[in-house]
T-cell receptor
């Protein structure tokens, strides 16, 4: 069974459209994340949710809205897509510990905005 | 954020040991040293982490300098499947500004058959 899964794997869409990427984890973790990896391969955190509450919100345009219906899911909705949103988006999860914890990443969703 | 410096790329032969260096001269006393790797077309995966003492697990070993200003990830016998970008990341305690994973450029490891 896949620990962290994302759908879709590929997403091609036109500028201005609204799209969603879904993420599910079956590890029983209480924290989930969204990362963006751009064309230069830099991987940057966007959001983090702990027990359905937003705890990290990096300087991401408010066209991006994460939604966590429950602890096992963290979806990413993007409004008014722009060319610069083209990237690979990774979801991750972890079980939060006082000192440190391991993050488990999904396979990624490659978003192409035309 | 505390920063790390890694070589852009390294090359190894299959079944030989690989030593991947990481410099982190500005590390603070509560920063853990984490290593993740990203295989081609996959998400990053955890490799190992440590604080002060050397660490071993089934994937690799982590050797940490006594002053903690550098560390080395050791793959004891490289396989073709180990070809990936390896990221050395400093991570602070929960609640601090350095708690999130901040990925740098990493080291691209090429393994030759």
């Amino acid at each position: 069974d896949t620990a962290v899964s994302q759908t879709p794997k590929y997403l091609v869409t036109q500028m201005g459209n609204d799209k969603s990427i879904k993420c599910e984890q079956n590890l029983g973790h209480d924290t989930m994340y969204w990362y963006k990896q751009d064309s230069k391969k830099f991987l940057k955190i966007m959001f983090s949710y702990n027990n359905k509450e937003l705890i990290i919100n990096e300087t991401v345009p408010n066209r991006f809205s994460p939604k966590s219906p429950d602890k096992a899911h963290l979806n990413l909705h993007i409004n008014s897509l722009e060319l610069g949103d083209s990237a690979v988006y990774f979801c991750a999860s972890s079980q939060e510990r006082p000192s440190t914890d391991t993050q488990y990443f999904g396979p990624g969703t490659r978003l192409t905005v035309l | 954020d505390a920063k790390t410096t890694q070589p852009n790329s390294m090359e190894s032969n299959e079944e030989e040991p690989v030593h991947l260096p990481c410099n982190h001269s500005t590390i603070s006393g509560t920063d853990y040293i984490h290593w993740y790797r990203q295989l081609p077309s996959q998400g990053p995966e955890y490799v190992i982490h440590g604080l002060t003492s050397n660490v071993n697990n089934r994937m690799a070993s982590l050797a940490i300098a006594e002053d903690r200003k550098s560390s080395t990830l050791i793959l004891h016998r490289a396989t073709l499947r180990d070809a990936a970008v390896y990221y050395c990341i400093l991570r602070g305690l929960r609640g601090g500004s350095n708690y999130k994973l901040t990925f740098g450029k990493g080291t691209l490891l090429t393994v030759n058959p």
